[in-house]
């Protein structure tokens, strides 16, 4: 059981590189979200997707882009990395939020990523 | 803008102590998760509350929803080194003008060490 795998688990970038961080889930969720999650801030959301074509921006999402081409695959891109970016990156998915449910979203393990 | 604010920030007790990890807002929420996470790993559901003065236990750990869906607190008796961890508290809301998104208000985060 995969579940919601990251890639890579670390990265070091120079300021204005850029890169793509990868996210896929086996559970074929509709539902699928970015995070971000700096020291003492808990986790705020980048973009989320409700389906394969759709996404849209959550609390901070300058700064990124995202895509959605199939259901399983989320990736996160960064066109001039800065060093407000560094922080520690979390991809979630869910299946449709139901009111009254439990609403469980799974998180992938994290990429860790340093601006310098 | 809704805010979670949970308190406190750190905590690190003896083997055995009980605790309280609280979260607040001056916003009300349709339904409110609590997440652990583990050093290196992202945050796993714990439970989620949905009805205002909803309490849950889960062995030793026991949730309660407040009254106005505003708060909740999480308490652990007699605390074991295998509870520490960081302890995230996430609300949603549903109803009128808040469209089915799955979208999570996260709190800052409890940093929890049980030492032995």
């Known amino acids: 059981n995969a579940g919601v795998t990251q890639t890579p688990k670390f990265r070091i970038l120079k300021i204005g590189q850029s890169m793509t961080l990868q996210c896929t889930q086996d559970?074929?969720?509709?539902?699928m979200y970015w995070y971000r999650q700096d020291p003492g801030m808990g986790l705020k959301l980048i973009y989320y997707?409700?389906?394969?074509?759709?996404?849209d921006k959550g609390e901070v999402p300058n700064g990124y882009n995202v895509s959605r081409s199939t259901t399983e695959d989320f990736p996160l891109r960064l066109e001039l990395a800065a060093p407000s970016q560094t922080s520690v990156y979390f991809c979630?998915?869910?299946?449709?939020?139901?009111?009254?449910?439990?609403?469980?979203?799974?998180f992938g393990a994290g990429t860790r990523l340093s601006v310098l | 803008t809704q805010l979670l604010e949970q308190s406190p920030q750190f905590l690190s007790i003896q083997e055995g102590e009980n605790l309280t990890v609280y979260c607040n807002s001056s916003?009300?929420?349709?339904?409110l998760q609590w997440y652990r996470q583990e050093p290196g790993e992202g945050p796993v559901l714990l439970v989620t509350?949905?009805?205002g003065g909803e309490v849950k236990k889960l062995k030793r750990l026991t949730f309660q929803f407040g009254d106005a869906r505003k708060d909740s607190s999480l308490h652990i008796t007699a605390a074991q080194p295998g509870d520490t961890g960081l302890y995230l508290c996430?609300?949603?809301?549903w109803g009128p003008g808040s469209s089915n998104t799955g979208k999570l208000i996260f709190g800052q985060g409890t940093t929890l060490q049980v030492k032995p």
């Open positions: 996430a609300g949603r809301s």
């Open positions: 916003s009300v929420f349709s339904s």
């Open positions: 509350v949905v009805t």
């Open positions: 559970m074929n969720h509709n539902y």
């Open positions: 997707s409700v389906g394969a074509g759709i996404t």
């Open positions: 979630a998915s869910s299946r449709v939020p139901k009111e009254g449910a439990k609403n469980i979203q799974y």
